[in-house]
């Protein structure tokens, strides 16, 4: 039997789909049916369940995690007839009046009842009040007063009413305010902007079907209502319109919905509703006695025409609407529910207790340190892949060429810059009486000092620029780690720049006395040096000889380039071959100093980092947290009201994601058995 059923049910989807329209219509609509229940009612019972989930849903507020709910959006134009189509919907009375009578967006959620009294009741502002037919109008008044407050203003905090009633179709659907154009007296300036917001935010999400009521009256391609649905559903997939006041205008409407100038892709229903004094029973045959009779309108199909036709083509869409949209708001929720999770569990724990706070402290600093030692000791990045800036071997290297250069480029290692000037001054001034072919040791020291002197600064600011970067790494390692508590993290980043300076400070004094033991002794014990000197001074015989014929001033010396020699040179002729024994040893040995300034240098920052990773770090954050926080712990580590803000509204998503999922999975084992 079920499966009979089943393949019937598939069958009128392949027809829909087929025609290119979400509905088709049963053909037994041309009666002036009054009651819905007998044709809808065996699909009504499938699909009750599904309709109620959704509406459960949308009481839940679902919409405010981004899942968007399927729903039937009723818009017009002001006095398109809007009101009155959901009056015969409902068999109900709504508020009339000038202006706008809909401030709110109304959910009207219908519900067949078989017993005989009809059940109305409003849900607004957490609260729920009980009516009936007679008082209906007037108590949505005083809702909407409530909400939008008692002037012509409009909100977008829903109204949610619900008749359950014999006799009408299991439909909701959200009727939302009127477009107008031109503001009455009382209404702000911009009604129009603000209509135009509300009736957007409720027609754009795919999940909506836009039921869009026109006037037979009306040229349909200047009407607001269709020039808004047309910008979010440009084909029309998901509009279907409902065209008003047929009796007024009867002429041409057969023309006007077979032409469809406005691209309404799920068709239209020509209806008229109840006018004056009329019962709704009334009416609905009234409308059939039109639709047959009147020469322009019956030519009309009658699968376009009726209310009740209205009816059960919005049943069908919402249904089928609905079963399209489940399995996916299914998987959102699932998904959604999930993601919140585990952002929540990545949260930090809220502690409660010294003992917790300790670890925690604990556990950071370890982090800190692990993280630091893979920096900066090991040279791996794994946990910074993207950030170049973190990638400190690298950029250390980087640094430490620059500084080797920097010294290998300065003016002082040019060898051949003011060729012998500096010697012969201070051969000169030294002289002494002595053998001529010695060179002696304070007349190289003389030269040496003020050559060390004028490089120090070199070997100083790097090492300022090196821990300046190393200072931005651990202030980045140490915020991340700290980042959920806003105390640890000021007194953390206080603690690092206190030991930067004084890493800065001891390196510098370090520096300082390198410079200095430089300038006071002249030694290694490489042998290149000497291997150096005397290529250079083979050399010297050549270098004399052009000198002394006083052959040009541009001489090429073997292993140290051109060097250009001055003429107040040639004046000073008995020093000259001391002083170019000097010049030969000091550049043989300032390579030695410039090595020796370099690799020095080198093995000595590899130990200060590894200090300051392994002891000088951990050292200096717990003095400053003990100094700051009197030893209490719980102190430094508590929240920062961002994150227990950000907790509480994770905990608020889960909550209403871990509801919406439950009361789903009741239904969706059911969904499969109403696949339509
Ligand atoms: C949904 O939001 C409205 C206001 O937008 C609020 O009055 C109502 O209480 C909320 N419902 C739930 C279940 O949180
Ligand atoms: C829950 O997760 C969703 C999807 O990842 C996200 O958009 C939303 O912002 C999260 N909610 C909160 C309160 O963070
Ligand atoms: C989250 O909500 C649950 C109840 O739903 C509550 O027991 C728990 O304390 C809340 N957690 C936080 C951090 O607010
Ligand atoms: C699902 O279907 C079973 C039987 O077909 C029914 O008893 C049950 O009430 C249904 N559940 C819901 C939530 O509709």
Redesign the pocket.
Known sequence: MAGKKHSASRGRVGNASGSGALVPVEESLALPVVNFVPIVSSYNDRIRPLLDAVDKLRHLNITK??IQLPTIVVVGDQSSGKSSVLESLAGISLPRGQGICTRVPLIMRLQHHSSPTPEIFLEFNSKTIRTDEAQVANAIVVATDEIAGNGKGISNSPLTLVVKKAGVPDLTMVDLPGITRVPVKGQPENIYEQIADIINEYIKPEESIILNVLSATDDFTTCESIRMSQKVDRNGERTLAVVTKSDKSPEGLFEKVTADDVNIGLGYVCVRNRIGDESYEEARQEEAFLFENNPHLSKIDKSMVGISVLAQKLVHIQATLIAKCLPDIVRKIH??LN??IS?LKRLPKTLSSPAEALTTLMGIIGAVKDSLKKLLVNGEYDEYPDENQMHCSARLVEMFNKYSSDLNNSPESDPTRDFLIAEVRVLDEGKRIELPNFVPRNAFLAVLQPKVHRISHIPVDFVVKIWDYIEEVVISVLMHQSENYHQLEASTRRACRNLMEKMKEKSINWVLEVVQMEKLSDYTCSPEYVTEWNKLMAAQQVFFDLVEKNQGSNINIEGLGLVVVKDDLRGYMPVLRQAYDLKMRMTAYWKVVMRRLVDSMALYLQLSIRNLVNNELEKEIVNQLMTTYNGQIEKMLEESPAIAA?RE??NA?IRLLKHSKDLLANIMDNLTSVVF
């Open positions: 995690e981004g998904d959604k993601a919140n952002d950000k509204k994770l998503s």
